[in-house]
């Protein structure tokens, strides 16, 4: 370990600042959960959908070609997940094998409504210039930053380099996690050393939620069919709305209120996008990048070495944790091993 090079990710960088043991099990042992979590693999099969569209569009190729190879990309998981669901189902989890057997095609019904949404209108708007591109700096001796970057694309109107960051999730965070996620603006600074000067960030949100389907109330005498309810809270489309008030035979312009209300939501709550100016200091950033990667060096040495051993930062984070049960085993005098055995594989494992 002394001599050797070692790769310190951002996302590496994250994880040792969050939790020593998390850092272990996930970069050093590289122990990888044997079945992922449903929403890990919605993120997985949605940023393939979204790189081979943008990859597609920056070798030339037309907006509607570029969306079918992307919707190709995605389709190539539905073996994948099908045997996943197989596997929960004879588990005994009947729950998430539901879960999986839905995935594919909710998966596509979201590609589509992205591409109808975003991705024709950014093939006119931007010039995609980086796509999934792996970068490779050297922090300081011995620690290397070992990263991939999303997406890099310049807008051809004002010529604003915007770097990328493509977030599937179930709901779109506040603008606090934005600004307490350095690692987008960390990469700004590790692009520098590529001659690729970003002045902006682009949060490209997707979320993996379908529209709601609005609720019918009951049928009264001045509306026997019964009308669809108006709920504030409803967490839907007007596309979704609209093919509902069809389907019950109901009159459009008694709901000109619901369509104030949703007309936008593709783009505010299920599609939304942030552009935030660069204005931190991205050297200082950098610094704290290296020393930290310097730090996680000389701890996995000592670890290696059976001089200390990695550190458990027990919190409410630790709910989330993929590791948890491992972190419980070995703190009430369980058997780790095992634990490890039956709930995860190695990185050389998984690729065998």
Known sequence: MAGELMNFSLSAFQDWQACEAKYNYRHVRKLQPMFKAPPMERGIILHDYLGSFYQAL????????????GMAKLGMHTARVDIAAAAAYY?????????????????????????RIHGRGDADRFEVMVVERRIQVLLVAGVQSNSVVDLVARDRETGIMYLWEHKSTGNVPSSAFRIRDLQ????SAVLERYQIHIQAILWNYVRTKVPAEPHQNKPTKANPIGALS??????????????????????????TDIYDRLRDAETTKFFPRYENQIVVNTQELLLDYAVEGKRARNARYMWAQGAEQPVRTLGRGCDYCAYVKVCEAKLMGGD?????????????????
């Open 184 to 187: 987008t603006t960390l990469y």
């Open 336 to 352: 780790e091993e095992e634990v490890i055995k039956l709930r995860f594989v190695t990185e050389k494992e998984r690729q065998q």
């Open 58 to 69: 920056k070798d030339g190729r037309q907006k509607d070609e570029a969306h079918q190879i």
């Open 91 to 115: 588990g005994g989890d009947e729950d998430l094998a539901t879960e999986l057997r839905a995935m594919p095609e909710e998966l596509r019904d979201i590609a589509e409504r992205y591409y």
């Open 230 to 255: 108006k709920d504030k809270n409803i967490d839907t489309t007007w596309e979704k709305y609209a093919a509902r008030i069809a389907e019950l035979g109901l009159e459009l312009e008694d709901y």
